[in-house]
């Protein structure tokens, strides 16, 4: 993590603070039409096989018609070459053998506030994440990983499950940079032991990076890890007598909190999508 990385992306607007205190979560986002599409026909409740395929993350609809002529594509058992052709939902359409989901992959950036629980729903009746992505999208998303309440900052939703699983898996290492704010200044010999390893009830843990802010006070530093245990960062901090009076994550897996105001959302570019399918343990 170099300071240039963190201090020039890391510090959320204060338009961002302003809308989110507003109550105006989700309001001024992108426009999400042209991110979604609706799988079956509105009317016939079929659709083209071609787009089943597409929507199933396979290829484009051009290139699934010519699959589809070739034979790769199966629908009950038995291969279909005829161009047009319609499918139902609750057909079993397979590709080269592989069963396929026609739910088109959807993948949000949420710039979570304080006081949302990160859950699909919660039994305490508590807010949750889900509200400030209400008016995305139709189709189900879930949280990759996981904020806890008073933590604020970048979080992913998405109905791509593999990909969820690759960014969560431990062996992935998937970067993390988060901006602490402590009670009180944080010591040159404890930043120096946080370099070196804090051992912790369930382990030794290691930073990958950590540094005093620029022009800030001693007691605000950045964070870069890779561990994605329960509460980590502030496990870290606390276990050398310190409190962790906010915690922002700034960087999730390369992407940014830029131009995203505190409780707004958008969709991530295309461009994004491949670079998170191309992370690496």
């Not at 807010?127 to 189709?139: D, G, H, P, Q, Y």
């Not at 904020?147 to 900052?153: A, C, M, P, Y």
């Not at 940014?256 to 191309?278: A, C, F, S, Y």
Request: charged share 30%; hydrophobic share 30%; proline share 4%.
């Amino acid at each position: 993590m170099s300071r240039s990385d963190y201090n020039g992306e890391g510090k959320s607007s204060g338009r961002g603070a302003g809308n989110y205190r507003k109550k105006s979560y989700a309001r001024g986002n992108a426009p999400v039409k042209k991110h979604r599409e609706v799988n079956p026909s509105l009317n016939s409740g079929l659709i083209r096989l071609n787009k089943y395929v597409a929507n199933s993350g396979v290829c484009s609809r051009r290139e699934a018609d010519t699959y589809i002529a070739a034979g790769n594509v199966t629908v009950n058992g038995k291969p279909v070459t005829e161009m047009g052709h319609k499918v139902s939902l609750t057909d079993e359409v397979r590709f080269d053998g592989r069963l396929l989901n026609p739910e088109k992959k959807e993948y949000i950036l949420l710039n979570k506030p304080k006081n949302f629980i990160t859950t699909t729903k919660d039994e305490k009746g508590r807010r949750t994440v889900m509200e400030l992505i209400s008016n995305a999208t139709k189709s189900r998303l879930v949280p990759v990983g996981r904020l806890d309440r008073n933590t604020t900052g970048l979080l992913l939703f998405t109905n791509d499950g593999d990909l969820a699983k690759k960014l969560t898996h431990p062996r992935h290492g998937v970067r993390k940079i988060y901006h602490v704010e402590l009670n009180k200044n944080l010591k040159t010999e404890d930043l120096h032991k946080i370099q070196e390893g804090v051992m912790l009830e369930d382990g030794l843990i290691k930073v990958d990076e950590i540094s005093y802010l620029n022009n800030a006070p001693k007691k605000e530093v950045g964070v870069e890890i890779h561990s994605g245990k329960n509460r980590i960062v502030r496990r870290i901090f606390e276990q050398l007598g310190y409190e962790v009076v906010k915690l922002d994550r700034v960087i999730f897996a390369n992407l940014t909190k830029k131009d995203l105001p505190r409780g707004h959302w958008r969709p991530l570019t295309d461009q994004e999508v491949i670079n998170l399918g191309m992370v690496q343990s």
